[in-house]
């Protein structure tokens, strides 16, 4: 049966990285795996959607509406935007943090505030984290794509791989350990 | 065992060209392609380097495959028609070492202006057409190609599309095979080609596409899957993926890697052996066509959209009546978040400044970050066509505008990696009819929208070594231009970028503003800014709101106050606190 992963945020904040991670550890385990990227023009300030798709064999790379078995956001409104991906059934997993876009910072547009009660209605199974704030008190905001890594391994039960291992080998030398500490703190999240 | 590795597309088109022994590439940067050539300039084997534009990328490669190298040239799919006059006779000189040429087309529109399927140019060069569906097809299609480039003497033409090129899938690599430039040998009757030469290579060509035809009806990589013969799916690319996704092996398959000259026998083959046929490919009717030609009946374009990127989704509602999976909706709707020009782009003083000039300008625009600025407060660009079309379209709009007595004048921008690329010419014809034009061109350092790759006007090239910086002012100088008509300004400091619009504006003729100021994400940028940012006072901010109309990403207002929101990403460029009259904000380090 194949799994459908969504991870939504705003450009900067390390989606593909996370990502990197995931296949590999992924690959690792056995699984076929295949996995789509936007780049381009979102990189500036816009949405950054990735998608990963693993199973026994995987044909398409991209995930369409209602198709998403679980949606990580990096972005509270972002989990919002994401919604019509996640089928009935699936999870949300997302992070409070709000990062305000051109059209709300100029005043054209409002910030959906309380998004997160509607989504919890409607959904259910939503787990909020407060990775960016973890991330932020280990000393480095960018670990917080890896806090939500932690999250969402633990959510999807993808034990069997030295994922610590794997961090060590994809992220910049200098930031091992504050990483390896966002990925703790980030599976006692969820 | 053999290393398994997941790759994108673009990853696997480099490894494949590593692989293959290839010895010369270039490209100019387009989303999605830009990643192929960055990932080929890690193998030190192969000489990498960023053209011009297109034209030259294909010329060059060219040269080196008639000396008797393996090349590799790569660019969007728009790109291709910068390159189509050397593409359109390339066939007629075919291969010493083997050529392939890899578009990159963007069905969607993530990053482009149009959404043309470049298989067609296949048929209009005389090339032989390559579809890979997933990375490892990537990799071995792009070692087949030097295969049959050098078997058939022809050049090969590798259409991919964005979901191929930017998504990854498990890739098993191999050990390069070493290839030796071949012996160059002067061969004026196969590479000259004026018309009594062109004349005789014509038929050649011709011949040779016979018997790559042959070879496509019995070749590895065109494929038939027989199941249930009751449906057939004739697919090529990401669309097999698609196909495969919703009907599972419930049907039989004719899937086709190499769709030009198409396998006829084999498509006759399949129809004859299946009862309905469906044809599902992204973007024209190509493959469609080909299996109407020959007489069998098929769906294709009434039944699945011309238009944007195909999903599972979009397959299964066109051709089945199984309906999607449930989801969820809630009422509260998302506020937009387009892509904006970042804090501290040297962008933003110049739209800006534009800004104040608005009602005695028409803006035209170009390819690059600066195509932002269309968007809300700055609403700067009022058309945008093709890379160098910001300057020419002006020349014309300027004549239009005097026919109707229209008294503004336009405004033409591009950036400084879009002026090597064919902004030169446009800016020759300007000086050399004296357009009443404003032309702006937009220096920021670096080719910026594809993520910072060198131009002629950066002092390293694509494999790190030093290379002749060439200067784009001292282009604009050496057409002639009277200098008096050249402004070279800060486009953060509004004072100046302000009087040289004015400037422009009152003086007739050609007048050319040359904004300098590094891209803000520069490395070089970055490091010297060090911790430099702004600050808000909120005792002595009024809330007047003048600092928001720049419209930057890291300044937000709360409370009926001013404040730097994201203190990481500004940079204290100081463009907002130019517009604040009391005096709240100051820049520290």
Same mark, same amino acid.
């Given at each position: 049966?194949?799994? =459908?992963?969504?991870l939504?945020?705003?450009?900067?904040?390390?989606?593909?990285?996370?990502?990197?991670?995931?296949?590999?550890?992924?690959?690792?385990?056995?699984?076929?795996?295949?996995?789509?990227?936007?780049?381009?023009?979102?990189?500036r300030?816009?949405?950054?959607?990735?998608?990963?798709?693993y199973?026994?064999?995987?044909?398409?790379?991209n995930?369409?509406?209602?198709?998403?078995?679980?949606?990580?956001?990096?972005?509270?409104?972002?989990?919002?935007?994401?919604?019509?991906?996640?089928?009935?059934?699936?999870?949300?997993?997302?992070?409070?943090?709000?990062i305000?876009?051109?059209?709300?910072?100029?005043?054209?547009?409002?910030?959906?505030?309380?998004c997160?009660?509607?989504?919890?209605?409607?959904?259910?199974?939503?787990?909020?984290?407060?990775?960016?704030?973890?991330?932020?008190?280990?000393? =480095?905001?960018?670990?917080?794509?890896?806090?939500?890594?932690?999250?969402?391994?633990?959510?999807?039960?993808?034990d069997?791989?030295?994922?610590?291992?794997?961090?060590?080998?994809?992220?910049?030398?200098?930031?091992?350990?504050?990483?390896?500490?966002?990925?703790?703190?980030?599976?006692?999240m969820? | 065992?053999?290393?398994?590795?997941?790759? *994108?597309?673009?990853?696997?088109?480099a490894?494949?060209?590593?692989?293959?022994?290839?010895?010369?590439?270039?490209?100019?940067p387009?989303?999605?392609? &830009?990643?192929?050539?960055?990932?080929?300039?890690?193998?030190?084997?192969?000489?990498?380097?960023?053209?011009?534009?297109?034209?030259?990328?294909?010329?060059?490669?060219?040269?080196?495959?008639?000396?008797?190298?393996?090349?590799?040239?790569?660019? !969007?799919?728009?790109?291709?028609?910068?390159?189509?006059?050397?593409?359109?006779?390339i066939?007629?000189?075919?291969?010493?070492?083997?050529?392939?040429?890899v578009?990159?087309d963007?069905?969607?529109?993530?990053?482009?202006?149009?959404?043309?399927?470049?298989?067609? +140019?296949?048929?209009? #060069? $005389?090339?032989?057409?390559?579809? /890979?569906?997933?990375?490892?097809?990537?990799?071995?299609?792009?070692?087949?190609a030097?295969?049959?480039?050098?078997?058939?003497?022809?050049?090969?033409?590798?259409?991919?599309t964005?979901?191929?090129?930017? *998504?990854?899938?498990?890739?098993?690599?191999?050990?390069?095979?070493?290839?030796?430039?071949? !012996?160059?040998?002067?061969?004026?009757?196969?590479?000259?080609m004026?018309?009594?030469?062109?004349?005789?290579?014509?038929?050649?060509?011709?011949?040779?596409? $016979?018997?790559?035809?042959e +070879?496509?009806?019995?070749?590895?990589?065109?494929?038939?899957e027989?199941?249930d013969?009751?449906? #057939?799916?004739?697919? *090529?690319?990401?669309?097999?993926?698609?196909?495969?996704e919703?009907?599972?092996?419930?049907?039989?398959?004719?899937?086709?890697?190499?769709?030009?000259?198409?396998?006829?026998?084999?498509?006759d083959?399949?129809?004859?052996?299946?009862d309905?046929?469906?044809?599902?490919?992204e973007?024209?009717?190509?493959?469609?066509?080909?299996?109407?030609?020959?007489?069998?009946?098929?769906t294709?374009?009434?039944?699945?959209?011309?238009?944007?990127?195909?999903?599972?989704?979009?397959?299964?509602?066109?051709? &089945?009546? !199984?309906?999607?999976?449930?989801? +969820?909706?809630?009422?509260?709707?998302?506020?937009?978040?387009?892509?904006?020009?970042?804090? #501290?782009?040297?962008?933003?003083?110049?739209?800006?400044?534009?800004?104040?000039?608005?009602?005695?300008?028409?803006?035209?625009g170009?390819?690059?970050?600066?195509?932002?600025?269309?968007?809300? @407060?700055?609403?700067?660009?009022e058309m945008?066509?093709?890379?160098?079309?910001?300057?020419?379209?002006?020349i014309?709009?300027?004549?239009?505008?005097?026919?109707?007595?229209? @008294?503004? $004048?336009?405004?033409?921008?591009?950036?400084?990696?879009?002026?090597?690329?064919?902004?030169?010419?446009?800016?020759?014809?300007?000086?050399?009819?004296?357009?009443?034009?404003?032309?702006?061109?937009?220096d920021?350092?670096?080719?910026?929208?594809?993520?910072?790759?060198?131009?002629?006007?950066t002092?390293?090239?694509?494999?790190?070594? /030093?290379?002749?910086?060439?200067?784009?002012?001292?282009?604009?100088?050496? &057409?002639?231009?009277?200098?008096?008509?050249?402004?070279?300004?800060?486009?953060?400091?509004?004072?100046?970028?302000?009087?040289?619009?004015?400037?422009?504006?009152?003086?007739?003729?050609?007048?050319?503003?040359?904004?300098?100021? /590094?891209?803000?994400?520069?490395?070089?940028?970055?490091?010297?800014?060090?911790?430099?940012?702004?600050?808000?006072n909120?005792?002595k901010?009024? #809330?007047?709101?003048?600092?928001?109309?720049?419209?930057? /990403?890291?300044?937000?207002? !709360?409370?009926?106050?001013?404040?730097?929101?994201?203190?990481a990403?500004?940079?204290?460029?100081?463009l907002?606190?130019?517009?604040?009259?009391?005096?709240?904000?100051?820049?520290v380090e």
């Amino acid at each position: 049966m194949t799994k =459908n992963i969504i991870l939504v945020g705003v450009g900067g904040q390390g989606t593909i990285l996370t990502t990197k991670v995931l296949s590999k550890g992924l690959v690792e385990l056995g699984y076929d795996v295949k996995m789509s990227e936007i780049h381009g023009m979102s990189q500036r300030g816009g949405t950054v959607t990735t998608q990963l798709r693993y199973g026994e064999k995987v044909y398409a790379p991209n995930i369409g509406e209602h198709e998403a078995d679980l949606v990580v956001a990096f972005e509270k409104m972002e989990a919002l935007r994401a919604l019509p991906y996640l089928k009935k059934g699936g999870a949300i997993i997302t992070d409070v943090r709000e990062i305000l876009p051109m059209p709300v910072l100029t005043g054209e547009e409002e910030y959906p505030e309380d998004c997160l009660k509607d989504l919890k209605q409607t959904v259910g199974d939503v787990i909020v984290v407060k990775a960016a704030e973890k991330a932020e008190e280990l000393g =480095n905001v960018k670990c917080q794509n890896i806090c939500l890594l932690g999250a969402l391994i633990k959510k999807l039960g993808l034990d069997g791989v030295d994922w610590k291992a794997i961090i060590k080998d994809t992220v910049p030398a200098k930031v091992v350990d504050v990483n390896l500490k966002a990925y703790d703190a980030g599976r006692e999240m969820a | 065992m053999k290393e398994k590795v997941i790759m *994108s597309g673009n990853e696997a088109i480099a490894r494949g060209a590593y692989e293959a022994g290839v010895g010369f590439a270039s490209a100019y940067p387009g989303t999605p392609s &830009t990643e192929i050539l960055e990932n080929v300039a890690k193998y030190p084997t192969i000489d990498s380097r960023w053209a011009n534009n297109e034209k030259v990328a294909v010329e060059m490669a060219c040269g080196a495959q008639a000396g008797g190298l393996r090349t590799l040239s790569c660019m !969007k799919h728009v790109g291709l028609n910068v390159a189509a006059d050397p593409v359109m006779t390339i066939a007629y000189i075919g291969s010493n070492g083997g050529m392939l040429i890899v578009s990159a087309d963007d069905p969607g529109m993530h990053s482009s202006q149009n959404e043309q399927d470049n298989r067609y +140019y296949s048929k209009l #060069g $005389k090339l032989i057409m390559l579809e /890979p569906s997933d990375s490892q097809e990537c990799k071995d299609f792009t070692k087949l190609a030097y295969e049959l480039s050098e078997k058939y003497d022809l050049v090969v033409l590798m259409r991919v599309t964005t979901r191929v090129c930017h *998504s990854k899938s498990i890739v098993t690599l191999e050990d390069p095979i070493p290839t030796p430039c071949k !012996k160059y040998v002067t061969n004026v009757e196969k590479r000259a080609m004026l018309p009594a030469m062109a004349i005789k290579r014509h038929i050649v060509v011709e011949e040779q596409l $016979k018997k790559v035809e042959e +070879y496509a009806n019995n070749c590895p990589i065109n494929t038939t899957e027989y199941n249930d013969t009751k449906v #057939g799916i004739i697919t *090529s690319g990401i669309s097999y993926q698609h196909a495969k996704e919703v009907f599972g092996d419930t049907v039989s398959y004719l899937k086709l890697g190499l769709t030009n000259p198409m396998p006829g026998k084999l498509i006759d083959e399949f129809c004859e052996k299946c009862d309905t046929i469906h044809v599902i490919e992204e973007g024209e009717p190509f493959i469609e066509t080909a299996v109407k030609v020959r007489g069998h009946e098929c769906t294709g374009k009434d039944k699945i959209t011309i238009q944007g990127e195909l999903t599972a989704a979009i397959v299964q509602t066109s051709l &089945t009546d !199984k309906p999607l999976e449930e989801g +969820y909706t809630v009422d509260v709707k998302p506020a937009d978040r387009p892509p904006v020009l970042c804090a #501290g782009c040297p962008h933003r003083g110049f739209f800006y400044s534009f800004t104040k000039f608005r009602d005695k300008v028409v803006a035209l625009g170009d390819i690059g970050c600066y195509g932002l600025g269309v968007q809300t @407060p700055f609403f700067g660009e009022e058309m945008c066509v093709c890379m160098g079309g910001g300057f020419s379209t002006t020349i014309g709009m300027a004549e239009a505008l005097k026919a109707q007595n229209d @008294p503004r $004048k336009p405004l033409g921008f591009l950036g400084d990696s879009t002026f090597f690329h064919s902004g030169l010419t446009s800016l020759i014809d300007a000086v050399h009819t004296n357009a009443n034009v404003i032309l702006c061109l937009l220096d920021n350092s670096i080719t910026g929208m594809t993520g910072h790759q060198q131009n002629a006007g950066t002092e390293v090239n694509l494999m790190g070594k /030093p290379v002749k910086r060439v200067d784009c002012l001292d282009m604009v100088m050496a &057409t002639g231009i009277d200098a008096d008509r050249v402004h070279v300004v800060n486009p953060i400091d509004q004072k100046e970028m302000d009087a040289a619009i004015k400037t422009s504006i009152e003086n007739d003729g050609l007048q050319v503003i040359v904004t300098r100021y /590094p891209c803000a994400l520069l490395k070089y940028v970055i490091k010297e800014r060090g911790n430099k940012h702004l600050e808000v006072n909120p005792d002595k901010c009024v #809330g007047c709101k003048m600092c928001m109309k720049v419209a930057c /990403p890291s300044l937000a207002f !709360k409370d009926g106050k001013a404040y730097v929101a994201d203190v990481a990403n500004c940079t204290g460029c100081g463009l907002c606190s130019q517009n604040c009259k009391v005096g709240a904000m100051t820049i520290v380090e």
